[in-house]
Structure formats: structure tokens, C-alpha cells
Nanobody
Framework: VQLVESGGGLVQAGGSLRLSCAAS????????TGWFRQAPGKEREFVAA????????YYTDSVKGRFTISRDIAKNTVYLQMNSLKPEDTTVYYC????????????????WGQGTQDTVSS
């Protein structure tokens, strides 16, 4: 499974960004997908996840109500819509694929993208 993120960039506080995670490879459409973020010197943090069908979603408390994860099955792509962005959301965002849904720990994810940088200015 290969994952390619896109959509990062620079935005002012209160603005929005949409990240994309395009998956390819055998059985990639059957994997759950998660978004994580990691700032320099900090531990990797779970952000959101979605199961293979797009029915079940999971969020960390700090992004609930601001971020929305969704999946386009036809395009085999997962999106992370980020609204009301705050400077503390600035970091590198990674998407990852897991065979089973519901995992908040990155250690359960088998495949990772290269990451995309998001910067929120105050």
C-alpha cells in the first residue's frame, strides 16, 4: 500500500485547509485510514481516523467540531477538512493505513505517507 498526502500549506488562524491522502496498491481500499501529526521534538499525535467504508470516524478531542475526515471510495482517497485552524495546529501531518479500524496508536498502522506541512499563522 502506498499513501501520498497533499494539500498542506500556509493559512492564517481561523482559516481552512483540506488534506488529501491518496492510496494505491493491493487491498488498499480495504484499510482503515488515520491522520496523525508530529511537531519537532514532540510525540506523534493521533488526529482522526476513518474505517474502510467511511461509515465510522474517530477524532481526538482537540479537533472535534473543527476537523472532518471523509473518504471517497471511488478515488480511494481520504480527506481531512480542517476548519477554524489555530497556530497550535501547525505541524507535519501524516496519513497512515491500518488493516483494522479504531486504532488511536500509530503502532497499529502498517503504512505511512511522507507527510505534509501545515502552518497556521497568528
Amino acid at each position: 500500500v502506498q499513501l501520498v498526502e497533499s494539500g498542506g500549506g500556509l493559512v492564517q488562524a481561523g482559516g481552512s485547509l483540506r488534506l488529501s491522502c491518496a492510496a494505491s496498491g493491493r487491498s488498499s481500499s480495504s484499510y482503515a485510514t488515520g491522520w496523525f501529526r508530529q511537531a519537532p521534538g514532540k510525540e506523534r499525535e493521533f488526529v482522526a481516523a476513518i474505517n474502510w467504508s467511511g461509515v465510522n470516524t474517530y477524532y481526538t478531542d482537540s479537533v472535534k467540531g473543527r476537523f472532518t475526515i471523509s473518504r471517497d471510495i471511488a478515488k480511494n482517497t481520504v480527506y481531512l477538512q480542517m476548519n477554524s485552524l489555530k497556530p497550535e495546529d501547525t505541524t507535519v501531518y501524516y496519513c497512515a493505513a491500518a488493516r483494522y479500524e479504531g486504532y488511536y496508536s500509530g503502532s497499529f498502522y502498517d503504512y505511512w505517507g511522507q507527510g505534509t506541512q501545515d502552518t497556521v499563522s497568528s
